[in-house]
């Protein structure tokens, strides 16, 4: 159970995070109550001014990191933050998006950097900061939890043909082909990751939906933006089977920008995106569908909280 130093003014340090909007419902999250924890052991904190922001990311087309800095990039540019592509210039804010699998070497970067982890860490540097996905437990001082940040997105005006759509990167662990044990007609829309290839698992979708009269399957090297949201603009409702992982999932945040119902078999994902859980797929045969609007908290708010303050 996470407790807070008997010492620490609570009505002020919520009064700040109010202003930050990190609550809802007036209620404290676990999130909020690990960066209240961490500011509670600083003296004199204040906030940077933040106005523009150097980000540094693989720039690899139909990379899904590179993919997730464009939509971030757009996000701040919205809230107003010039955002910059590469390395920063010396005492300006670098924020690296940093995934094990591509060739980013911490050690090149200035002290006080923000690093947003997207794998496993392999190296930690003690004078960096750390934004992480995964679930918050015994967090170092410099590390703080941020969910994946949410989707802004122009929905298109398209007929909504589908009544159950999954989607994300070719991965075994997202079991997609589970989806053929639900009534109703279905839609796989399935990204090729080029570190990640899985061309077997590529290859059983691809069959499962030549297979299945009422399941279409649409599989390519790299959706661009625009085309992802297309195809997902005609679902009714999406599903993921996923298996647990700790750490935020950008797909069920992206799905729930389209204000349908989002069901995720019952995990911390599941329960971290914030989406309508189940446990067995029975559960969605037999359901009487809730149409609601799913209100998410965004990553972005966190994200900026830490910038300012750590």
Avoid at 62 to 79: N, P, V, W
């Amino acid at each position: 159970m996470l407790t807070l130093d008997s010492t620490v003014n609570v009505d002020e340090i919520i009064s700040l995070f109010e202003q930050k909007g990190l609550f809802l419902e007036d209620s404290i999250k676990l999130e909020d109550l690990i960066f209240l924890n961490f500011i509670s052991n600083k003296k004199n904190i204040k906030k940077k001014e933040i106005n523009e922001i150097y980000i540094y990311h693989p720039n690899v087309d139909g990379e899904g990191i590179t993919e997730y800095s464009k939509i971030l990039k757009k996000r701040l540019e919205k809230r107003g933050i010039k955002v910059f592509e590469g390395v920063a210039k010396t005492g300006c804010v670098q924020l690296i998006e940093y995934e094990s699998s591509l060739d980013i070497d911490l050690n090149s970067f200035e002290r006080g950097s923000y690093v947003e982890i997207h794998s496993n860490l392999a190296n930690v540097r003690k004078d960096l900061v750390y934004l992480t996905h995964t679930f918050p437990i015994n967090l170092p001082i410099n590390w703080f939890y941020t969910p994946h940040i949410g989707y802004d997105i122009e929905m298109p005006k398209v007929e909504k043909k589908y009544d159950w759509c999954s989607f994300g990167f070719s991965m075994v662990f997202k079991h997609y082909e589970k989806i053929i044990f639900l009534k109703g007609h279905k839609k796989l829309v399935i990204s090729i990751n080029k570190l990640l290839p899985n061309k077997y698992y590529t290859a059983f979708l691809k069959s499962i939906g030549i297979l299945s009269k009422n399941l279409d399957v649409k599989i390519k090297d790299y959706f661009t933006e625009d085309e992802l949201i297309n195809e997902l603009a005609e679902c009714k409702a999406f599903v993921f089977f996923q298996d647990s992982k700790r750490q935020s999932s950008g797909t069920m945040r992206l799905a729930a920008a389209f204000n349908v119902p989002v069901y995720a078999k019952d995990s911390y994902q599941a329960r971290d995106s914030q989406v309508i859980r189940f446990r067995k797929i029975s559960e969605l045969r037999s359901l009487n569908r809730i149409y609601d609007t799913i209100n998410i908290d965004d990553g972005l708010d966190y994200m900026l909280a830490t910038l300012e303050y750590a």
